[in-house]
């Protein structure tokens, strides 16, 4: 059907209204669509920067971090390795001295027992005059022992605070590490090995202990033999409670004074020990049966007491040079450690590592005051090795001639203050002198010749 113009207008203008409509719309719609897409553009570049922003955050802490672990550990190791050789050098400062006054009064009170035995083989002496000198010789080795039981307590202390480092030693790396472990390690080693000589010394001031009281027995048996022999019937009962002190070793249960320990190190002491316990039990048991009238019973025992006294020859040089060999390799390697030690002192000094900023120097080492004894202890062992006296009359020609020996002291020879020391040589005695600078303490050390 054919519409009328008006309608056609009408129907003309509403579709062009549609179509600026639907337009309008549309052209709004992609405005929207573009705005829309920006700004999501926008959130997504900020989340981006945003996020870069955080992950610089996060990896600038991460170095700073980094860093302040880094300088915390370091200011700490640098500490630590600073308080182990603090540690070290203040117990060389203590236990130096402290050792060397105990073996200065040992050698004092040696040198003092050693007057009173040869007393004893003076032409002059008698068996009554050697009683009095016995039981003072009794009295000076129970000091000797008293005195070389707290240098054994001594060692053992002080040996239990080196041992402290060990491990902490075994922290440390670089130069500075190598020096700790090497101080401590031969610290350790050289009180393993002065432990053994000082234990053994106690041990054999025992057996001198034992065989002067036997030597005193036997005077007492020699004295009271003599005087009853000028009438044997009727003195030797008057007289015989003068040998009441033999009795004891007729006793099965009768032992020396550390028996064991002296049996077990010094074979032929326990021997010459034994041999004279034996001696005595038979004189006593031959007397006991002599005075109460068993004359039968005497002369058998008698008997046993001749085969006995044929035991009582000592070799003297044997008794008193026993597990002498063991005891100068025992010298040698502590010799050793005590140079090793006090070289790598000097190295940790000469090197500069004794200073750390912030921190005291570490100082109070006294390796010079230990060196300085330590050429007397070489010098008795070179001399007991030799079986020569030392000839040197002054320092420098006793220093040489330890320089010529092993074991070798050159690592640190040119090193050492020999200021501190002083040597003197006569014809009765070798004296030498250590001095502590620091507190003007002199250690003297005296071998009789």
């Known amino acids: 059907m054919i519409r009328s113009g008006m309608e056609m207008i009408v129907t003309i203008t509403r579709l062009n209204l549609d179509f600026l409509t639907t337009g309008i719309f549309s052209i709004y719609h992609r405005l929207l669509g573009k705005v829309e897409i920006s700004r999501k553009r926008v959130i997504i570049k900020s989340v981006a920067q945003a996020m870069g922003s955080k992950k610089t955050f996060h990896l600038r802490d991460a170095l700073i971090l980094l860093l302040a672990l880094f300088l915390v550990f370091g200011v700490g190791y640098k500490y630590l390795e600073w308080s182990v050789f603090d540690r070290l050098a203040k117990l060389q400062h203590f236990s130096i001295p402290n050792e060397l006054s105990i073996i200065e009064r040992g050698g004092n009170l040696s040198e003092d027992a050693g007057v009173d035995i040869v007393k004893l083989n003076e032409p002059k002496s008698t068996l009554e005059s050697n009683l009095k000198i016995y039981d003072e010789l009794d009295g000076k080795i129970n000091l000797i022992l008293e005195n070389d039981k707290s240098y054994v307590d001594a060692i053992n202390s002080n040996s239990s605070k080196y041992k402290t480092l060990n491990i902490l030693s075994k922290l440390l790396i670089g130069k500075r590490g190598k020096l700790a472990r090497r101080i401590v390690s031969d610290q350790i080693q050289y009180y393993v090995n002065e432990g053994k000589g000082a234990r053994d010394n106690v041990i054999s001031d025992y057996l001198m202990k034992n065989i002067f009281a036997v030597s005193k027995d036997k005077a007492i048996m020699q004295i009271y033999d003599n005087k009853a022999s000028a009438s044997p019937n009727t003195l030797y009962s008057k007289y015989f409670s003068e040998v009441a002190s033999l009795e004891k070793y007729t006793r099965s249960d009768y032992k020396f004074v550390e028996e064991d320990a002296i049996k077990q190190s010094y074979s032929y002491g326990f021997e010459t020990l034994q041999n004279n316990k034996n001696y005595l039990s038979a004189y006593y048991a031959v007397i006991k049966d002599f005075v109460a009238g068993d004359y039968e019973s005497s002369a058998y025992k008698y008997t046993k007491l001749e085969a ?39 190295e940790f000094k000469s090197g500069g590592f004794d200073k750390y900023p912030l921190l005291p120097r570490i100082e109070g080492w006294k390796e010079d005051l230990e060196m300085c004894q330590i050429y007397d202890v070489k010098g008795s062992l070179i001399s007991g090795i030799s079986k020569k006296p030392v000839e040197a009359k002054d320092l420098d020609a006793y220093l040489n001639w330890l320089s010529q020996m092993n074991p070798s002291t050159a690592s640190i020879d040119n090193s050492i203050d020999k200021s501190i020391i002083k040597f003197t040589n006569t014809d009765d005695k070798l004296t030498y002198q250590c001095l502590d600078k620091e507190t003007g303490k002199e250690y003297i050390f005296v071998t009789s010749k």
């Open 308 to 346: 006995q006294f044929i035991k009582l020859n000592v070799d003297f040089d044997k008794l008193f040079g026993e597990n002498e060999s063991i005891k100068q390799d025992l010298s040698k390697k502590i010799i050793e450690l005590v140079v090793d030690k006090d070289t790598a002192i000097k």
